[in-house]
Nanobody
């Protein structure tokens, strides 16, 4: 059974950091791309970052470039999203998603096959 489970969300002050985890089960990450998305209150779900695990190409939305870093630990079958210099506008529910193959950028959410349930990130003083 394919499953993605996010963790690591929470409440953090502006300028702080969090590391989100996306643990995959039921498949091996090596042949998949994993994307991180977020949905802020009243807004559409937007792509934040993604990684093609076949060649470790990474992509970022302009709004997070230089602050967020996506990475993979194949031994743990887990993808991470390190989020630094967090801003109140980063507040959202963060989701990870998987698609077979290689992505060449932040592909639309409709391209992804499996989704996790999300983890809440709140940036507030």
């Amino acid at each position: 059974q394919v499953q993605l489970v996010e963790s690591g969300g929470g409440l953090v002050q502006p300028g702080g950091s969090l590391r989100l985890s996306c643990a995959a089960s039921g498949f091996t990450l090596e042949n998949y791309a994993i994307g991180w998305f977020r949905r802020a209150p009243g807004k559409e779900r937007e792509g934040v970052s993604c990684i093609s695990n076949s060649d470790y190409s990474t992509y970022y939305a302009d709004s997070v470039k230089g602050r967020f870093t996506i990475s993979t630990d194949n031994a743990k079958n887990t993808v991470y999203l390190q989020m630094n210099s967090l801003k109140p506008e980063d507040t959202a529910v963060y989701y990870c998603a998987a698609v077979l193959g290689v992505v060449a950028g932040l592909v639309p959410r409709e391209e992804y096959e499996w989704w996790g349930q999300g983890t809440q990130v709140t940036v507030s003083s």
